[in-house]
């Protein structure tokens, strides 16, 4: 069966981390751009950052340049985000992507991240 499973997620506090996983079945990440995708209550899903199969060349969204990182390993057919420096408005349910050229996307089902004091 072909997943992504996503976890990671809780409550922190403002100026915590977090790092999220990403764990991929079903088939290999390697040949794949990995995504992470966020939708706050109320809001749009909107793209985080990614990271290519090939390279590993990564892209942010403005609003979490210098605080969030992207990276893969193959090995374990898994993604990661590590998150630093979170903000209340990084709330939001958290999905992972894979995407390839000529394939359906596959996403997973979400893990809740929710930055408060």
């Known amino acids: 069966q072909v997943q992504l499973v996503e976890s990671g997620g809780g409550l922190v506090q403002p100026g915590g981390s977090l790092r999220l996983s990403c764990a991929a079945s079903?088939?290999?990440?390697?040949?794949?751009?990995m995504n992470w995708y966020r939708q706050a209550p109320e809001k749009e899903r909107e793209l985080v950052a990614l990271i290519t199969s090939a390279g590993g060349s990564t892209t942010y969204t403005d609003s979490v340049k210098g605080r969030f990182t992207i990276s893969r390993d193959n090995a374990k057919n898994t993604v990661y985000l590590q998150m630093n420096s979170l903000k209340p408005e990084d709330t939001a349910v958290y999905y992972c992507?894979?995407?390839?050229?000529?394939?359906?996307?596959?996403w997973g089902q979400g893990t809740q991240v929710t930055v408060s004091s």
């Open positions: 992507k894979a995407l390839r050229r000529g394939r359906q996307a596959i």
């Open positions: 079903g088939f290999t990440i390697d040949s794949y751009t």
